[in-house]
């Protein structure tokens, strides 16, 4: 494909950079200069548009913060931004909107740090890159997954290589599609597997011992992401959009969830430990902030005129999980909410770009019980019984109908949740509800977690199992990464053809499967 980055030039950048700014950004939290400030989990880009995006980084102490702007990577053309302080309020993090930039360029950006205690102590410079958005039509690659750092399995020796095998395919940004950490997964320092070997947390901190209460104990999450030299890499080049799911508060929530019998917990409150969660998932990302609304995850990025990425939410507004069975649309039947859906109505309507990419923290089809021993109520959309739309279900027939009726063309579901990788085609001709146009769901992660399923799919919106790989029969579940079953997806969209290829990956880096889908109608000029 025309007009991609060369790899090379990424590796190049990161080489120079290595050697003369990134080795201080990307050294371990606990190496501390002995009176210079430091970056310990170096730098994120995120929500990057044709003329924007967010950047992001940690100090170390108090300091002051700040950042230049270029477009060429010796900066001889930099551009210097006012500083931001940076205090205990925000866990010493900043990030700030880099607005005015040209459109299909490279953008490199900067950070020191002045101690706010002695502005003589000056820090190390920390670099990163992004590209925005093209306003022409030009190839778009980006990679989507999601669920890092899962069901105990931490930093070891190898570390979180996904990483560094999405970072070779160079993509313009990735999609982290939820469990972006998990707050409520505590972890050993070694873990027996079912072998016999040992599979040993090279890198833990205390706040990783137990489940996440305290904002504090919510912000280390992130910042043990952040230890892995794989993550701050392809951070540094990569920009994140990020949403989340139920594992950056406590499995399964809702706000009716009840903690009362769940010893690990002092702090029973699901909205208290919710609020905690947010602030730091506010802090620690690189995620837009809504001036309306400052804690909103839903919202679009344009992409340019080939794609719009609709991010959603099925986590903060849903009602109690097990409300899967009533006929119609009540308050707790919702997992969109009212005034999500109709602002996705609306935004998908409006809509200019060829695609339409649906981010989901949550599948459509397949089976996700809020309770696994007994096979009992809907913790996301399918309710299991392979019938007409009945409880969380018709919140997302209204939208395909909508979808349909409203001739919106070329929708495309991204998720990830259930730790394993599938191609899902939905087809109303398969289904009990009929009123939809064909559509595409494709699912991908863990990027470093527990590897699950697979579920089974419910027949409601006529859904087909097109691919998928998940643990054999015999394997057992919650494998670890190093039993190779990790995966993300590639999109590439071709700026001639506009075609989208949907490529299905492994962490060794094979393809697992690969479609490429037509848009309808003509290509336009």
């Not at 769901?441 to 419910?458: K, R, Y």
């Not at 394997?475 to 969209?493: E, K, M, Y």
């Amino acid at each position: 494909m025309g007009h991609r980055r060369a790899i090379s030039t990424r590796r190049q950048f990161l080489g120079a950079a290595g050697s003369a700014a990134l080795l201080t950004g990307f050294a371990p939290y606990y190496a501390r200069a002995a009176g210079r400030p430091v970056f310990p989990h170096g730098v994120q880009s995120g929500d990057v548009d044709t003329a924007s995006g967010m950047v992001w980084t940690r100090v170390d102490r108090p300091a002051r913060v700040h950042v230049e702007v270029a477009t060429v990577e010796s900066f001889e053309n930099a551009w210097h931004l006012p500083p931001q302080d940076a205090t205990p309020s925000h866990d010493l993090a900043v990030k700030r909107l880099l607005a005015g930039l040209p459109s299909g360029q490279d953008v490199f950006y900067r950070f020191t740090a002045e101690a706010l205690d002695d502005i003589n102590q000056r820090s190390e410079p920390v670099v990163g890159r992004f590209r925005t958005a093209p306003k022409a039509r030009r190839d778009v690659r980006f990679a989507w997954s999601g669920d890092t750092a899962g069901q105990g399995w931490g930093i070891d020796e190898a570390g979180m290589t996904t990483y560094a095998t999405i970072a070779r395919h160079d993509p313009d940004f990735l999609i982290h599609s939820g469990d972006t950490i998990y707050a409520d997964g505590p972890m050993q320092d070694e873990v027996r597997l079912k072998s016999g070997e040992i599979w040993r947390n090279r890198v833990l901190i205390d706040e990783k011992r137990k489940v996440a209460e305290t904002l504090g104990e919510f912000r280390a999450q992130w910042k043990y992401n952040m230890m892995d030299e794989h993550v701050r890499a392809l951070n540094a080049v990569c920009p994140s959009f990020v949403q989340w799911d139920d594992h950056e508060v406590v499995d399964n929530w809702s706000d009716a969830k009840d903690l009362t019998a769940d010893a690990r917990y002092a702090v029973k409150s699901v909205p208290q430990l919710r609020a905690r969660a947010a602030q730091a998932f506010h802090e620690m990302t690189p995620i837009r902030r809504n001036p309306q609304e400052p804690g909103r995850i839903y919202r679009k990025i344009s992409y340019g005129p080939l794609l719009d990425v609709f991010f959603i939410d099925l986590r903060s507004y849903r009602g109690p999980n097990g409300a899967s069975l009533e006929t119609s649309l009540t308050p707790g039947a919702r997992i969109f909410g009212a005034r999500q859906i109709a602002w996705l109505k609306q935004a998908l309507a409006a809509s200019k770009a060829t695609w339409k990419v649906i981010a989901s923290d949550m599948p459509i089809g397949l089976v996700v019980w809020d309770d696994w021993k007994t096979r009992s109520g809907a913790e996301a959309v399918a309710n299991g019984e392979n019938g007409t739309p009945k409880g969380r279900e018709l919140e997302v027939a209204d939208l395909l109908r909508f979808i349909h009726t409203a001739g919106i063309a070329n929708t495309v579901w991204l998720t990830a949740d259930v730790h394993y990788t599938a191609a899902h085609h939905y087809d109303p001709a398969r289904a009990r509800f009929p009123d939809f146009t064909p559509f595409w769901e494709f699912v991908s992660g863990p990027l470093h977690a527990g590897t699950f399923g697979p579920n089974a799919l419910d027949d409601t919106f006529g859904p087909e199992v097109r691919f998928v790989k998940a643990p054999a029969p015999g394997q057992g579940v919650n494998l670890p990464p190093s039993a190779g079953l990790q995966f993300f997806g590639l999109i590439d969209i071709d700026g001639a053809s506009e075609r989208l290829t949907v490529r299905l990956m492994d962490r060794a880096d094979r393809e697992l499967y690969k479609v490429t889908l037509d848009p309808a109608g003509p290509p336009r000029r």
